[in-house]
Each structure stands twice: as C-alpha cells, then as structure tokens.
C-alpha cells in the first residue's frame, strides 16, 4: 500500500478536546496542557515511517519538554486487526523507545477523527492558545531515504513558536501509513 499524507488542517484551528487513557496507568486530556504550547504526534507501533523516526521523536519530546512543550502521542489503529498496536503492545514500545510522554490509546478512534489524523506518524502543534501552529512531517528522511532523521522541520516549528515568532509559511504534510480504521 503507497504512503499517505496529512491532511493540511488550517493553521489557527483549535485543537480538538480530548481525555484518554495511556495503558500504563494515567490519564491525559487536553486541559492538561492549558496555558502551554501543545504537541499532539499520533503514532502506533507497526507503521515503518514511525518506527523509522521513533528514536528521534523521543529526543525531540526530552528535548521541548524541559522548555515548557507538553508533548503526547496517541494510537488509534484498531487493536483487533493490529493487536501490536494494542494497549499491552504500547507499554513496550513507550518503555523500550524512551516516551517520556503519555502514549495514549484512541480506542474508539474518535480523537483522530476530531483531529482529522490520516496517517502515521500525523504531527500537530498547537501554541499556548491551543490553536494550530503546525501540522506536517517531523523532516524530510522516509525509510531507505538515506536521509538522516533530525527533526529538522518540526524543531524548527518549535523554536518559531518558542521565540515568539509567526508559523513557518512552507509546512510540508506527513506521510506515512494510513490510520487502520474499524471495520
């Protein structure tokens, strides 16, 4: 099946509410993170794309969360066709890849419906307002690119937000594999 990109959300829309639980224990919801600039990456454990940026994707969270981002992940591919993207499948891919973030579980997949998520890795930033400041690829490396993965595009947008500054005019979308809805 050939990649798929994001879907370009317009920039200034409100972060869409979410409450969800991450299988090792806690809960995480949108007004967690009120007052702070919001990252929102959906991810799951089998897609190539992801499992080629994963590592990177944990630095940049260790990275951005000691400068006041709040930084999550959600997975929701439907467990029963992809059961390792499940919950049990998401606590070893979060204790294993170093999340130090909430991995949280879209069980009934309606969060990435309310954000329009089409595939994975699928990346939005939201500023202190919660309204978008970026969605798009974290960089330009794809698997068997030979591009090293740097985070480059989504570092950038961060630091932009950071210092105060407008979003990047040039947002490139994320491609990856497609969300595995239910049936």
């Known amino acids: 099946m050939p990649p798929l990109q994001s879907s370009l959300t317009p920039l200034g829309t409100p972060c869409p509410a979410f409450d969800l639980a991450d299988p090792r224990g806690f809960r995480m919801s949108s007004s967690d993170a009120i007052g702070r600039p919001l990252l ?8 190539p794309f992801v499992q080629h940026i994963r590592d990177e994707v944990a630095r940049l969270a260790r990275d951005y969360l000691k400068r006041g981002v709040a930084v999550v992940a959600i997975s929701s591919n439907d467990p029963t066709q992809y059961p390792q993207d499940g919950p049990e499948a998401m606590i070893r891919e979060a204790c294993d890849t170093g999340y130090c973030f909430p991995y949280l579980f879209d069980e009934t997949q309606a969060v990435a419906r309310a954000f329009d998520a089409q595939c994975t890795p699928d990346l939005y930033l939201f500023d202190r307002s919660h309204r978008l400041f970026y969605r798009g690829q974290l960089d330009a490396s794809r698997p068997k690119s030979n591009i090293p993965v740097t985070g480059e595009d989504l570092r950038q947008a961060l ?5 105060g500054g407008a979003p990047p005019a040039v947002q490139h979308p994320s491609v990856g594999c497609s969300i595995k809805w239910r049936v």
């Open 40 to 47: 929102v990456l959906f991810l799951c454990n089998h897609c």
């Open 159 to 163: 630091d932009t937000l950071l210092a």
